[in-house]
């Protein structure tokens, strides 16, 4: 796991399908009376661009990496020395970037000292939002060996979750009431099953996996999630392209530098276009 950047080209992005989301799912993204257009453009099938707190990508394990971004890491700080201080160590460090949705997703997942557990701090960019940062949570975990999960979050909620996932939602929590609250619901359900431990970045990272098959599987079942067009893919790889070039020049905000690059060549399409026609006029 002696790495910095993710492996390139291993792993399937899936699209997004909005119209696939539920009524409900709007209503989280937009509780006001907004809402209503979400719910008419589902009910026309129309789509909209989307994200997701649940990686739309077919594996997590090409996108752990040795350590995050600087400003990520100054972010993060506060949090992980809450973590810390409740008994959690030895992270694990995830940046999957999607060209296609155009976000990126930050996670620092932490085991605990009793190996019946594991916190995260999750962050998502998403650039194409009028406000990109969608925020930054801390989440506990507990895995149980009939392969079922439970989950505390912090975070607005986003996406649903299958049957095999609890989900206990507590919005904007501080990680100590989280953390009380997670623990009093696994030991209710450690009295009907068993935890798996988690005692090493190895179990962290097979557990991450294995939480993330559970929710990508069930949105692909929902078709919430689908396989991309090739002219998606095409869109998505040219904007990877504009990401790497903007690295290479050595820009901090790549992904920024990137869209507007696209930007301008749009701009440059619709002023041939308009000067075509114009000649044709003539």
Known sequence: ????????????FYEIDSARVSLREYWWGSKSPLVVIGWLLKLLRIRIPSSSDDPNTDSTLPFVVEFLPSEITVDFEPLTNEFTALGFS???????FDPGTRTTVYWATFRHESGKCFARIHQRIWQQAAKSNRGLSPMFFTAFTDGTFLI???????????????????????????WDAH????????????????KSQEDLVAMTEQLHILLRDF???RK?????????????????????????????HAEIMAELEKLQEQKSGWGAGFTGRMDEGV
């Open 1 to 12: 796991m002696q790495r910095t950047q993710p492996k390139k080209g291993m792993s399937q």
């Open 90 to 96: 030895d992270p694990v460090y995830h940046v999957i």
């Open 152 to 178: 505390s979050s912090a975070a607005k909620p986003d996406m649903a979750a299958p049957p095999t996932v609890q989900m206990n939602r507590m919005h904007r929590a501080k990680s100590i009431r989280l």
């Open 183 to 198: 623990q009093r619901l696994a030991d209710q359900a450690g009295a009907r099953k068993m935890v798996a431990p988690v």
């Open 219 to 221: 949105h692909l079942a």
């Open 224 to 252: 919430v999630f689908r396989p991309r067009t090739s002219e998606e893919q095409a869109k998505a790889d040219a904007f990877a392209s504009g990401v790497a070039r903007a690295q290479a020049g050595g820009y901090e």
